[in-house]
Each structure stands twice: as C-alpha cells, then as structure tokens.
C-alpha cells in the first residue's frame, strides 16, 4: 500500500502545480541509485548510478513528461507534439495515452534504435520520419507548434525541466547531502540543466550543504559544446545523443562554469567500452548514450583527473533494452544442444 507515487506527488511543493492540475502519472521516479562496486575500485571513489532506465518507459525523459503533460491538460491541449532521438517520443505518447491526448512525433530518418520506435508505435503515437537530423526534426516541432493547436513538449519547454530536476532531490535524499561531482551524458542539454537546477534549490533550501561539480560528455562526433561550434552533421553509435546544436547550450555552459564542473567528449569506442563494463561487470544495462557518462569517468580517471575518494554519481538515462543491437553485435552466438545433461554439462563449462 506504500508505493512511491510519481514525481509530482513525491516533490508536489517544488514543482508548478496546484491543487487543480490534472495530475498525469506512471509513477515515474524513486529510482535506483546503485553503489558502483568496481568503478569505486577504479577510482578510489565512492560511485553510484542513478539508474534512469527503471522509469516506467525506461528513460530519464518520465520525469520531464509527466509535469509537461499534466500541464498541457491543464492548459486544455488536445495534442502534444516532440522532435526527439527516440526517448522523448516513447515518453510523450506513452503519457499522451494517459492523458487521452493524441501525440505526434518527428524522429530522424533512420537513426532512432528499434525498441523506441516500438514504444511510439505500440502506444499509438503519429509518426513521422524526418529527412534531416534531431536538430531539424526540433525546428520543424516549434514551428508546428507555433502555428497549429498542438503543444511542444520538448525540453524548452520549462515543465520538463521542473520534472527532470527531482532526480538531484532524489540522490540528495538518498546520500544526505549533494555528491562531490556528478556525471551525465549530454545531447540536447536539458539534462543537465534541469540536474544543477535540482541541486542549486536544494542548497539555496538548506537541504543540501553544498552542489556539486557538473560533468558533461558528449559523444566525439556530436560534440558541439566541447567544439564550440554547432554541428552541421553530428554522428555517433549513441543515437540518443546525436544533436549538433542543443536547444540548451548556454545552461548547460552555466551548470558548467557555476559549478566548476566540465563539459568534454568521449569516442564512440569509449562508450561502447564503458556500456561493456557496466554491463558485465556492475549488472547494469544502459544503452549506450547512457554510457557516456562513465565513460567520461574512466577517461577523467585514466588522465588523472579524479582525486581518490570523492562521492561521485553518473547518471544513466536509458534502459539498455531500448537499443539491443549494441548488446548481441560482436558477441558469441549460443551454442545449440540436444535435451541432455552431459552435453549440456559440457558445453558449460560443468563437467
Ligand atoms: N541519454 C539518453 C538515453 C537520451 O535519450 C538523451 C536525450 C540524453 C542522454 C541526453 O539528454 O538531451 O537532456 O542532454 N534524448 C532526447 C530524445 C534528445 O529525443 O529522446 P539531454
């Protein structure tokens, strides 16, 4: 009878909702945060995960929905609409359904993993595939929404933001205090916006004696923070991630610079590197965007970078579920046997 309730419910008093706001909720949030037992080992550090992937659509991007379609409802929408890598999309139609909205949703080409295309279509979302990159599908969103009775649910729209910064209220409540640094991927940079915005309240509140450092990595070949130049054609495996010019920008160089943090990239080997480890080694399945975060981790590690016996946590936003192919590419095929012990026995090393 006690289960956690949503974000909206769990932290109502500092989001922009009242007692008349349609609350629309899976009762995303109350993630996991998982001790990193061989990353610690790495680093002399003590590192969590916030394993983002346990949300009710598997991503961080619940968070975010949740407050940007409960007020959508309240503000009388009929239709919500997003441009999005693959997770926006699975998040906004899955809330979509339950606020008996109708959601459309612009995906680049060819470029979204399976698992989230099932979501948007299985939760019956109007789809449309985009000629161009995240970047354009996002230009093409805001002037729909401009132009047509339908309401944009990406993250400048600030509702997601609002959403998105409990997940700093959660770590804080579980640690007791504000982490030394804490780690995230980072694409279109809402997410680490609304993070430092979670953890600035918290201290500005007292609940928090302190925040922490920020550290963002971007993918190499969508780089554009670290580069300081928009990318024309972004590309990477971590399809999550693969965005040129970031709607966020200049928070995420403000979360960066108010908190002495650091915003750099990692390769696409990197991450695959660290979405190997993660996996085989702490039990925790992300998809590869998602790794970027610890791969950012261990390079700060390996350059000598991260003094031993900080607390630190990475953030990891997507369920590895989402983007399988990473998961089977590369690896042994099962071997097939007939029904019987010995050979089974055998074959596994048993015997
Ligand atoms: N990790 C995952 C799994 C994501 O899906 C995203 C963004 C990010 C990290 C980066 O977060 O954009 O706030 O910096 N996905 C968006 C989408 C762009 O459309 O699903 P960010």
């Known amino acids: 009878t006690h289960q956690w309730r949503g974000i909206i419910e769990e932290y109502r008093d500092r989001l ?6 349609p609350v629309v909720t899976l009762r995303e949030g109350g993630t996991p945060l998982v001790p990193a037992q061989v990353l610690s080992e790495r680093t002399g550090c003590e590192v969590h995960l916030k394993v983002e992937g346990a949300n009710p659509t598997g991503s961080f991007k619940d968070r975010g929905m949740t407050v940007a379609i409960s007020k959508a409802k309240e503000a009388g929408a009929k239709a919500v609409i997003c441009a999005s890598t693959g997770n926006t999309s699975a998040s906004a139609a899955a809330y979509a ?8 949703v612009l995906v680049p080409q060819g470029k979204i993993a399976l698992g989230k295309m099932g979501q948007a279509l299985v939760h019956g979302a109007k789809i449309l595939q985009v000629d161009g990159n995240f970047d354009d599908c996002l230009t093409l969103a805001r002037a729909l929404s401009e132009n047509y009775p339908v309401a944009l649910v990406n993250s400048v729209n600030p509702a997601r933001i609002e959403g998105q910064k409990t997940a700093s209220f959660e770590i804080v409540d579980m640690l007791g205090d504000a982490p030394d640094i804490h780690i995230l991927p980072v694409g279109n940079a809402g997410n680490i916006t609304a993070y430092w915005k979670g953890y600035k309240e918290y201290a500005a509140d007292g ?4 925040t922490p450092r920020m550290w963002g990595f971007q993918a190499s070949g969508s780089a554009p923070i670290v580069r300081g130049e928009v990318v024309k054609d972004p590309s990477t495996i971590a399809t999550a991630i693969r965005i040129g010019n970031p709607a ?3 928070y995420a160089l403000a979360a960066r610079d108010e908190s002495g943090g650091v915003i750099d990239e990692v390769t696409d080997r990197e991450i695959l590197r660290a979405y190997r480890l993660l996996a085989a080694q702490e039990g925790v399945f992300v998809e590869p965007a998602s790794a970027a975060s610890v791969a950012g981790l261990l390079k700060a590690a390996e350059q000598g970078k991260v003094d031993p016996g900080q607390k630190i946590v990475c953030t990891v936003t997507g369920n590895g579920l989402k983007d399988p192919d990473w998961a089977v590419a590369g690896a042994p095929q099962p071997v097939t046997v007939p029904v019987d012990a010995a050979t089974a026995a055998e074959r596994l090393g048993l015997a």
């Open 248 to 250: 966020s920008w200049k």
């Open 16 to 21: 922009p909702v009242s007692d008349t706001t």
């Open 207 to 210: 609940v928090a004696t302190r």
């Open 97 to 104: 359904v339950r606020a008996g909205m109708v959601s459309a």
